[in-house]
């Protein structure tokens, strides 16, 4: 009998040391799942930023100092009495400052009217029927598999015979009017308003474009502002139609300004990194501070 | 609701013009200038099919032709793992995850001429970081060019437009994860299955209709490589990292061939949209919709 009991105890101790065991063994397996995880994380993240990194760090070096080998991380050019030599000279004597002007006018206008176009367009998608929308819609999808190389050609003689070449409208009127994707964004937006708030709206008079303006767009302003800040990153970041119709130096945005500076300068890399952290920074910035918007834009494109 | 009849057509009227004037209308009219002969200083010549012949018969289209699959051969999967990996990776619920997500899409945003020239630095032969790194730390005699070189610059040019995309694809696969159902994972789990089958028999298979939508996307991106050529190796050396899209770009707006051009335009869109086809063809193979 009291053997039996100690068995039964044996057992259970078993069991339980067992179990805590396997507690164990799993708390160290996800510690090790962890490990990798970060470990993985900051690897990639390295590869990620480290060019970043190096375009800041040389932008503030002496222009003589990036030929010396082995190369440092040694920003040399803080040491001296003009630490931002190389930025000066990239905004004042190579004009970026007025790039970065131009850039920001074609980048806030084409965005700002992407909005108009395609908050119009994704109401009507939305919210009411007429002939042909579904065809329409889908050739409006179906333009965005288009490569731009099919269409680049026809609209460059079109521009060349409107007489808009070296002038800001190329760069934007396209842009402005063909929003695929924007048109996309904000149609699955509106679908998602009930229908109850245009109705209401309707029975106490208030015209289409009422509605349109005053419920559906103040809804829309999250769906607005990620739109927003993708056209104007696009936009900014634009380097084919710059090149094609822009060759006043007036006129330069800033990738196509850096472009021309690497066919002047070509090993000045003091003054090409500057230039390429002007171009970069203010993107930078608009990124942090709409990061949420930005993400959940791009994120939306992917789901149906 | 009911609205007056004209109503949504006024609406629909700016983009309606726009998809008109600067995409359709374009793309139909590039299809007939493909048959004529065009410099645009003098008026247009009809040759028939004469430019589609002389480009199957040029060497220098077969060779643009084969960089171009190459590259996507290179580009797509690469760009494809990494996105996956990286997806994986921010979607584990760990401190920071969000912050590391921020991270990895970042070089998307910024101007790719601008971190061209970033790589074009890092990777210059002699003074560039890379090949200074691996001489000093891996011991390697002569590094190569990797942008002059025509063995490397097709791959470091792809490696680049990867590197710089990859965070687009990490945001869409993540969108993806984030639709599965964590309880199917768990009954599964319950069940004894291990995490590389839970990954394998029900991650991936829920994932696939995005893995589908990911892959279009980058195979469409892959044939449409015009901004990082030009910013890294302007298609050089000789034609060796030169794809369809630069080709065309430079025997459009350089040469002025207007004609020549659009042979080349509409072949790419055929090979764009003949791929696309096909893989809507295979999908029924691999992608499960649930």
């Known amino acids: 009998m009291a053997d039996v009991r100690r068995d039964a105890r044996l057992v259970q101790l078993e069991i339980v040391s067992a179990a805590m065991g396997a507690r164990r063994r799993k708390r160290l397996r996800s510690l090790v799942t962890n490990v990798a995880v970060y470990g993985s994380l900051l690897v990639f993240a390295f590869i990620t930023l480290f060019p970043f990194f190096w375009m800041l760090i040389t932008s503030f070096k002496l222009p003589g100092d990036v030929f010396r080998l082995p190369p440092n991380l040694r920003p040399s050019l803080l040491w001296t009495e003009t630490p931002f030599a190389n930025y000066t000279q990239v905004l004042f004597q190579f004009d970026f400052l007025r790039y970065a002007g131009n850039s920001l006018f074609v980048a806030t206008t084409a965005a700002t009217g992407q909005l108009v176009t395609c908050s119009l367009a994704g109401f009507a998608f939305a919210r009411m029927r007429f002939p042909l929308k579904n065809v329409l819609f889908g050739l409006l999808i179906f333009t965005l598999l288009v490569p731009i190389e099919v269409t680049i050609i026809p609209e460059f003689l079109l521009m060349v015979r409107l007489g808009w070449l070296d002038t800001y409208l190329p760069l934007i009127v396209p842009s402005l009017m063909v929003g695929a994707f924007g048109t996309f964004l904000l149609t699955e937006y509106f679908k998602t308003v009930p229908a109850s708030l245009e109705e209401a709206a309707t029975i106490d008079g208030a015209s289409p474009f009422a509605i349109y303006r005053h419920i559906f767009l103040p809804l829309a302003t999250p769906a607005l502002a990620s739109l927003f800040v993708i056209a104007f990153i696009t936009n900014w970041n634009e380097l084919l139609r710059p090149v094609l119709y822009i060759s006043d130096r007036n006129l330069r945005t800033l990738p196509l300004g850096l472009t021309t500076l690497q066919g002047q300068y070509e090993s000045s890399w003091t003054l090409l990194m500057a230039g390429s952290v002007i171009s970069i920074l203010p993107m930078i910035l608009v990124y942090l501070a709409a990061q949420k918007y930005i993400i959940r834009g791009f994120m939306s494109s992917g789901i149906k | ?290």
Do not use: C
């Open chain 2, 1 to 290: 609701m009911r609205y007056a009849k004209f109503t949504p057509f006024l609406f629909i009227l700016p983009m309606l013009v726009g998809l008109l004037v600067f995409r359709l209308i374009p793309i139909g009219f590039s299809f007939g200038i493909s048959f004529t002969s065009w410099n645009i200083f003098s008026p247009p010549r009809w040759i028939g099919f004469d430019n589609y012949r002389t480009l199957l018969q040029s060497p220098a289209f077969w060779e643009v032709a084969r960089n171009t699959v190459v590259f996507a051969l290179v580009f797509v999967p690469v760009v494809m793992g990494l996105g996956l990996s990286l997806a994986l990776l921010v979607n584990q619920k760990l401190r920071g995850s969000t912050f590391f997500r921020g991270v990895f899409f970042m070089p998307y945003i910024t101007s790719i001429v601008a971190v061209a020239l970033a790589w074009k630095w890092i990777l210059a032969t002699r003074f560039g970081l890379l090949n200074n790194a691996l001489m000093d730390w891996f011991g390697v005699q002569h590094p190569p060019s990797w942008l002059g070189d025509p063995r490397y610059a097709l791959f470091a040019v792809a490696f680049v437009l990867a590197w710089q995309s990859a965070g687009f694809q990490m945001l869409l696969f993540l969108a993806g994860l984030q639709n599965i159902d964590e309880s199917l994972k768990e009954a599964a789990m319950i069940d004894g299955a291990s995490r590389g089958q839970v990954f394998r028999f029900i991650t991936l298979p829920l994932l696939s209709p995005i893995t589908f939508f990911v892959l279009i996307i980058s195979l469409i991106a892959s044939s449409q490589t015009f901004e990082v050529t030009y910013a890294l190796t302007g298609g050089g050396p000789q034609r060796a990292s030169t794809t369809l899209a630069f080709y065309i770009y430079q025997n459009a707006f350089v040469h002025f061939q207007m004609g020549f051009a659009s042979s080349l335009a509409y072949t790419l869109l055929l090979f764009v949209g003949g791929l696309t086809l096909v893989n809507f063809v295979l999908r029924r193979r691999w992608v499960h919709y649930g």
